[in-house]
């Protein structure tokens, strides 16, 4: 085992690479458990610790074991006796290297990115995915897909009643509700329409099978080739609200509003 002080979290994962990655002098830690994962945070040196708490995903609660799923480890860069010689800021999860940077900053921002990612692509009790939710007159729809798809979309949906509610990642649980995934607690509602969007030469709307609807999200989805089969049962539940759309970019089409209200029957 390695000569770590018993507060400092390791890997649970046992391996040769572990190992060296513990001797590099790590002091300090703490370990959080989140969304059914447990995640472990330590650095070598305690007093920027604060700042990677506020940087760590919001609703994590104390994790009292030292053995995690997930680690982060944060290199802060010491001073050098030599003139003109900088060190490095290193970010690593578990034992690869993430972040190799001079700048302390940069180095924050890659930890504060690697630590939601392995909350959204680890979590077993929520599915998340690239997506936006928008109330249209008290119903709820919810755009999934990408980006530019989406943000040449939501526009037209705007100028036409919708409001939007939840920007860029949706979380969906086991109990069919989806809701924000960074905020400080997951208040789930529910959703009327999935409005699956993708850029292409004309605008159609496909009918699928529920099948077809579940494989369609799960391209858009976190965690996907980590869990599978849990991936899939939460999104299979979603299917048959799902419809697939591709558009002209941009788009400005008063029919598609016409087409939304009456399938959500505002």
Known sequence: MPELAEFVPINNLRTPCADRNDKLGWTDGFAISLDGISLGIRSNDPEILNDLKDLMPKG??????????????????????????????????????????????????????????????????????????????????????????????????VEHGGRVLIEHVIGLDLNGGLGCAV???????????????????????????????????LVNAHGASRH???????????????????LRLPQKDKGLAEWLAKRLKV
């Open 60 to 157: 994590g609660v104390p994790w009292p074991q030292r053995k995690v799923d997930i680690l982060l480890s944060f290199l802060k860069a010491k001073e050098s006796d030599r003139k003109g010689v900088r060190h490095y800021h290193v970010v690593y999860q578990d034992w690869d290297r993430v972040a190799r940077t001079f700048e302390l900053d940069d180095a924050l921002n890659i930890f504060a990115r690697s630590a939601q990612l392995a909350k959204l692509q680890n979590s077993i009790q929520k599915v998340y995915f690239a997506g936006d939710l928008l109330d249209w007159e008290g119903r709820r729809l919810v755009i999934a897909g990408p980006l530019e798809a989406r943000e040449q979309l939501k526009p037209t949906l």
């Open 183 to 217: 905020a400080p607690d997951f208040k789930p509602v529910s959703a009327d329409l999935i409005l699956l969007v993708e850029a292409g030469a004309r605008r159609t709307l496909s009918p699928l099978t529920p099948a077809e609807a579940a494989l369609q999200l």
């Open 228 to 246: 599978p089969h849990f991936v899939m049962t939460v999104l299979s539940a979603f299917a048959p609200k799902i419809e697939s759309l591709s």
